[in-house]
């Protein structure tokens, strides 16, 4: 089973990435109200038969290898 992992920054995080996109994207004349930037990873699984077993191994990842508690978000999804 393949599982995809979205990582980004919390609301409540300034993002100077985040807002230097969105003044490149004015100057150029490009309206936009929000940017938000962040990262994925695919990662397939092999011997795991179940989607609640991947959403337990999902969420575990998230919280403890790929996102900063502190400053990070996470959602996932299960590509079959």
Known sequence: MKLRLYIFPKK????PQANMISQLLA???HK???????KFFDIN???INSRSELEEIAHDICQNI???KVSEDYKF???E
């Open 12 to 15: 409540n995080v300034l993002d």
């Open 27 to 29: 100057r150029k004349n």
């Open 32 to 38: 936009v109200n929000e940017v938000h930037r962040g």
């Open 45 to 47: 699984f092999n011997e």
């Open 66 to 68: 790929f996102a900063n």
């Open 77 to 79: 999804e299960i590509l």
